[in-house]
Nanobody, 115 residues
Framework: VQLVESGGGLVQPGGSLRLSCAAS????????MSWHRQAPGKERELVAV????????NYADSVKGRFTISRDNAKNTVYLQMNSLKPEDTAVYYC?????????WGQGTQVTVSS
């Protein structure tokens, strides 16, 4: 089982990034997929989540209207489009897969928002 995030980097405030998470080794389309983030000295928090068919999506209040989660079940990939980035969005971003009591995590990708 693998979840491999990519797309992180350094971006100026107001900029955009698109994160990708490529999954393998499990039935991707059957899993709830989510993005989480952890800033230095803070607990990991849920950013966005999408159900297996993508029909039910939820966001943390802090990112509503700026971030968009999507998934392509044919490519076994989940995305996080991040617009209007703020310095407080700086964190390591992780994707996660969950089905019942079975869950997997990626290794994370660093996003730094700074001028």
């Amino acid at each position: 089982v693998q979840l491999v995030e990519s797309g992180g980097g350094l971006v100026q405030p107001g900029g955009s990034l698109r994160l990708s998470c490529a999954a393998s080794g499990f039935t991707f389309s059957s899993y709830v997929m989510s993005w989480h983030r952890q800033a230095p000295g803070k607990e990991r928090e849920l950013v966005a989540v999408t159900t297996s068919a993508g029909g039910n999506i939820n966001y943390a209040d802090s990112v509503k209207g700026r971030f968009t989660i999507s998934r392509d079940n044919a490519k076994n990939t989940v995305y996080l489009q991040m617009n209007s980035l703020k310095p407080e969005d700086t964190a390591v971003y992780y994707c996660s897969a969950l089905r019942g009591r079975t869950g997997y995590w990626g290794q994370g990708t660093q996003v730094t928002v700074s001028s």
